[in-house]
């Protein structure tokens, strides 16, 4: 596990701006933390657990943040809180947030050692058992490792009945 | 029962549980890329390019290049263009680089008419709580979402909390919407809204304009909100009328615009009140938008903070920003002054800046930039003679972008130096690294160009 006792860590830190400008999806794990790390801000080993401060990932919407982490070897994240769209943008992607109390993730980190079962939601250590709480369909998700654009897909019929039924807003943009 | 806001545009926009509708997409260049080569590797398309549309705002460089082909910087050309490519490709409207009507995406919605209230509106960028100002829920998504909305105009959500922050009084003299809305992040925290669509409330909300309550409602997302909203009313209906993506029939829109606001008596998870006529220029001093302070204040001392985390940060806050604990804020001497930005960059923000500077001239110590929000509001605001006023003092005016918002573009800031700037994060490294950012509200950063550092605009003469 790796720690990074901080809190409001925002994603400009987690990837700065400067990686944004590639197209590609892959290939961020190399620039996590750019700065701090060629700073000697902080020391960052790849593991498959992070324990961090709260309110982590605060700031832009950027998925390359997510992307870096999962890249640079991360499989799970341990906060007292996330920022929202971070939050969802993990769960996208397989990358698994958990939100323990602060008290817990002291624990957690200070045992250096966990392991977490997504199917219990829990977080083990060597000094206790913390339960966390998932939403039960990105558990589901993240278990399944799901398209969600294909189930959508499958409400075609419903978003069709949705729009026909005058439920759409606005002109078209597309006749401005 | 009674309804929030948030509860009727959340309820009407329902495909079914947890599936919204969604009504206007908006793309830029960064965020979507990856979300093209997605619907192209699964085969799939656009479900509606008609309520889509994009623009090129990040990356450009706002030194008056022409074209997506002419920008200089090798990444952010390919970025640009592959936007055009994606956009031509799938069918999607696009003003880029070049177009009359480019400008950041959140100041070209609101400009066009597109935003609407009642209308659900996401974008890949977190600072889409601004259409929210309009009556809308306008959120920021990642770039997963961003392709599930091209290839379904769906997304899945949770349902946030609620909060309302009910502002009684008027602001003071001299005080404006963005003294409101970082004092309302210094009281409430950076984690504050976290979890909650915010609803901005009140007499002194009530009372603003249309831009004054995009500067409120983009800041939500620095408060941790999923997004900000204000109720529509005259100011807002006065706002949408006559521009090119309004509504056909503007009476059956507005009567229906009129059910928007929430009910008496509706109740939200959170409510909090503030005092108005209590909130004073504000500045940041640290390297998160919620350390702030009055313009009267002076930097805090880290020692004197009762959490262990929160000494801590401050105490690497100040080092970041090269500050010491005690220095009175009007001490602090900016060498950049930027105008601009998602939050502050519309006629109304330059109108002000320039009734601030008018007959005098930037200080010796500072350089001073004004980039306006789009190409539109460049035009309006030269037909005003604004861009004379801001260069007869000695600001450069420069072509539409996110410029030194976010240093994607050449316009950044060098290692140390120190701006005041009226954009929305002072984040480490945000507007260059070891740049040093304090955000403040457009006639304090046009004061402290004059002035070459901080004063309260609020006794200057």
């Known amino acids: 596990m790796s720690v990074l006792d901080r809190a409001d860590v925002d994603t400009d830190q987690i990837i700065p701006k400067q990686f944004l400008k590639r197209v590609e999806r892959t290939g961020f794990g190399e620039f996590l933390f750019y700065d701090w790390l060629r700073d000697g801000e902080i020391e960052l080993e790849p593991n498959p657990i992070l324990v961090a401060g709260r309110n982590f990932g605060c700031g832009s919407s950027r998925e390359h943040a997510p992307w870096a982490l999962e890249d640079f070897g991360f499989e799970a994240i341990v906060a007292p809180s996330f920022a929202d769209i971070f939050y969802a943008n993990c769960t996208k992607i397989g990358l698994l947030p958990v939100e323990l109390d602060e008290r817990h993730c002291r624990t957690v980190a200070e045992a250096g050692e966990a392991r977490i079962d997504v199917d219990d939601q829990t977080v083990t250590c060597a000094d206790g058992v913390f339960e966390f709480e998932i939403e039960p369909d990105i558990q589901h998700r993240l278990l399944g490792g799901l398209d969600d654009i294909g189930i959508t897909l499958e409400s075609a019929g419903a978003i069709d009945e949705f729009e026909r039924g005058g439920g759409a807003r606005g002109r078209a943009t597309t006749a401005l | ?461």
């Open chain 2, 1 to 461: 029962m009674p309804q929030t806001m948030f509860d009727k545009i959340w309820s009407a926009h329902e495909v079914s549980e947890g599936l919204i509708y969604i009504d206007l997409h908006l793309v830029h260049e960064v965020t979507s890329p990856q979300a093209f080569d997605g619907l192209r590797l699964a085969g799939r398309g656009v479900r509606r390019p008609d309520k889509t549309l994009a623009t090129a705002d990040h990356n450009v460089p706002t030194d008056g290049t022409k074209a997506a082909r002419l920008i200089a910087d090798q990444l952010s050309r390919v970025q640009v263009e592959t936007l055009e490519r994606n956009c031509e490709e799938f069918g999607v409207p696009i003003y880029s680089l070049g177009s009359e009507r480019q400008g950041i995406v959140h100041v070209i919605g609101p400009e066009l008419g597109v935003t609407q209230p009642g209308m659900t509106i996401v974008c890949g960028d977190s600072h889409t709580s601004t259409h929210g100002a309009f009556g809308a829920l306008a959120f920021g998504i990642g770039t997963s979402e961003v392709e599930h909305v091209l290839a379904t105009q769906c997304l899945v959500q949770r349902r946030p909390k609620t909060m309302r922050i009910s502002y009684a009084g008027e602001l003071g003299a001299g005080v404006t919407p963005k003294d409101l809305i970082l004092a309302t992040i210094g009281r409430l925290g950076t984690g504050g809204m976290v979890g909650h669509a915010v609803e901005y409330a009140g007499p002194a909300i009530e009372s603003l304009s249309m831009p004054g309550r995009m500067t409120i409602c983009n800041m939500t997302i620095e408060g941790g909100g999923r997004a900000g909203m204000i109720a529509p009313d005259e100011t807002t209906f006065e706002w949408v009328r006559g521009r090119q993506g309004a509504p056909e029939d503007f009476e059956a829109a507005t009567a229906a615009w009129r059910e928007l606001p929430t009910d008496p008596g509706a109740s939200f998870d959170t409510e909090v009140e503030v005092e108005a006529g209590e909130i004073a220029p504000m500045v940041t001093w640290g390297t998160s938008p919620g350390m702030v302070v009055e313009v009267t204040d002076a930097v805090p001392d880290p020692a004197a903070m009762d959490s262990p985390a929160d000494r801590e940060s401050a105490e690497r806050a100040l080092a970041y920003m090269g500050l010491e604990a005690g220095t009175p804020m009007t001490e602090v001497a900016p060498e950049r002054v930027f105008i601009g930005s998602c939050t502050n960059s519309r006629v109304e923000d330059l109108r002000e800046a320039a009734a601030a500077v008018d007959g005098r001239k930037v200080a010796d110590s500072v350089r001073g930039m004004v980039v306006p929000g789009s190409q539109q509001v460049k035009a309006d605001a030269e037909a005003e003679g604004l861009d004379d006023v801001f260069r007869s003092a000695g600001f450069e005016w420069r072509e539409a972008g996110c410029s030194m918002c976010l240093g994607m573009n050449p316009d950044i800031l060098i290692e140390g130096e120190r701006c005041a700037s009226t954009s929305n994060r002072n984040f480490e490294g945000r507007q260059g690294k070891g740049g040093r950012t304090h955000l403040v509200s457009p006639t304090m950063a046009a004061a402290a160009a004059v002035e070459g550092h901080f004063v309260d605009i609020r006794d200057w003469k």
